[in-house]
């Protein structure tokens, strides 16, 4: 039976949320206050949660800022729930890494449609990972294909098919050839561990290029670089922190 934690401060809404989750063969696992929310799905790893942005001690963007920095718990499906839908709320939330928001009140229908979606898309992608070699602990080579799992979809991407990546906060755009990005829920420095060194190299905090892609290179007189990649539309520009390894690996 698949697991749903539910945290919200309403009794009344939390009961009665839980008593529908019961109905339709879920386990409900509910919490009043963000805290006690964020300790049990740590604890516990429920399927899906299911948060209200406004609790009495920390807010539903807190938590899951706070669980999108845990390997063990970044990739469960979250939604939000809410009373109001503004647009600057929701680009917060999808910025966070949000999967979806609900509004109150809660209509039956709609939040278990939007769980089933969650948790189907998860299943799915889950089991083409098993398919991809994908090994964390051994950097990869240029010929191996990578799991990308973007949308709720799964794609099979070849490395050497990479253009660069670019950090979005706990997110990457993953730029490939054919001007297609996906947006990946994984954090920079993980790409920079596993990627091959003889093609990938680290050229900002933020940005990662892959050299069989570099189209032309401008010396900066601050000792820095303008990139220009094959199939992407803009310079990146690489720090003084990591200029010095770009040096090295492609002018000597």
């Not at 992608?125 to 051994?138: G, R």
Request: positive net charge; contains cysteine.
């Amino acid at each position: 039976m698949e697991t749903v934690l539910f945290i919200e401060d309403d009794k009344a809404l939390r009961e009665n949320f839980g008593k529908i989750l019961s109905l339709n063969n879920y386990y409900p696992i509910l919490a009043e206050t963000g805290e006690m929310g964020l300790r049990l799905a740590k604890k516990i790893l429920p399927d899906l949660i299911i948060c209200d942005i406004m609790l009495p001690d920390i807010d539903g963007y807190q938590i899951l800022k706070e669980l999108s920095q845990t390997k063990e718990t970044q990739t469960i499906p979250f939604i939000f729930l809410t009373a109001k839908a503004e647009m600057e709320d929701l680009r917060k939330g999808m910025n966070l890494g949000a999967d979806d928001y609900l509004t109150k009140p809660i209509k039956t229908k709609e939040v278990l449609q939007a769980i089933r979606l969650r948790l189907d898309k998860k299943i799915k992608v889950n089991e083409m990972a098993a398919d991809i070699k994908q090994d964390e602990n051994q950097q990869l080579s240029i010929e191996d294909s990578i799991l990308i799992s973007s949308d709720g979809k799964a794609h099979s991407v070849n490395l050497n098919e990479i253009i660069c990546i670019i950090s979005a906060g706990v997110y990457s755009n993953i730029n490939i050839i054919n001007n297609k990005v996906f947006l990946v829920r994984k954090l920079i420095k993980e790409w920079e561990r596993i990627l091959p060194e003889k093609c990938f190299i680290r050229v900002h905090r933020t940005a990662i290029i892959n050299t069989n892609h570099i189209k032309s290179i401008e010396k900066s007189p601050n000792h820095t670089f303008r990139i220009f990649l094959k199939d992407f539309d803009r310079a990146i520009i690489s720090s003084h922190k990591f200029s010095k390894r770009l040096r090295e690996k492609l002018f000597q």
